[in-house]
């Protein structure tokens, strides 16, 4: 089953191009389902659509969160539509089952003052100057592009080189897109840059990264910019709970939606391949909208 794993990750990382955290993800789900299967003394080549629907029980008994259960189902669905089509298996045993169903939850977000005081904490937090440069960096830009986690910790330092007001990012699928940097962003990456070069100066390797650490990825990992923005939620007075690096890039879309900004244009910006996953930012903005309307519109005026 290791064998049939392999080969399917291999040909979803070759032909449909997944990210590697999704290919992750496929990889650790896979594997639970088959550890299931063996301990039946069952196999991905023997295994029947009964047998699917007792593992998707088994997993809700664990209680796990609906989400966590419709990914796995995904992957188990992906991985035998690929096993039919190579000939490994002549049916299909979760061709037609159907996943639980993933209840829309609104993004966390946060005001512009809290947003605010968090890069006011990243200015004045860190033990040493090159710390606070490169926090402020950090935040600076991740509010100013919306970028996901993985792309910003692994920016490449050449992509903001010369002072660009466009930066260009890889993103999920290994696809590219141009995202505009603020005036603030651009001279926080030029204060870091600038303590960033110094550092190397006496280096014959050089990092390619804008955030290079000693991390395996030679750049600043997810968890620790995980901590670190914790952290800053608690310098700022904030409850750390409410605030990620995610939490940061919904403030980014909710807030522009909320200045006006053109929906498409915020998909094109957050990379998202469908329009319907930026249209949930509308909801979180019901409220103002609802007193935009009871405020201006004439028919909600009292005579």
Known sequence: MQRWIATFLEAQAAGQDSARNTLLAYGRDLK???????RRGLHFATAEQADVEAYLVFCDAQGLAVA????????IRQLFLFAHDE??????????????GRAQRLPK???EPEVAALIDAARTKGR??????RDTCLMEVLYATGLRVSELVGLPVAAVRGDPAMVLV?????????????????????????????AESGLKAKSRFLFPSRSAEGHLTRLRFHALVKELALAAGLDPARVTPHTLRHAFATHLL????????????LGHADL???????HVLEDRLRDLVMTLHPLAQDD
């Open 87 to 100: 000939g490994w298996r002549a049916t299909d045993p979760a061709l037609r089952l159907k996943g639980p």
């Open 32 to 38: 639970d389902f088959a550890d299931w299967l063996g």
């Open 276 to 282: 319907a996953t930026t249209e949930i930012y509308t």
């Open 68 to 75: 966590t259960r419709a990914r796995r189902l995904s992957a």
């Open 109 to 111: 977000t946060l005001s």
């Open 128 to 133: 040493t100057e090159a710390d606070r440069l």
């Open 170 to 198: 890889r993103g999920k699928g290994d696809k590219e897109r141009l995202v505009p940097l603020s005036r603030p962003a651009r001279g926080a990456i030029r204060a870091w840059l600038g303590v960033r070069d110094a």
């Open 258 to 269: 909320a200045h006006g900004a053109d929906l498409r244009a915020i998909q094109t910006l």
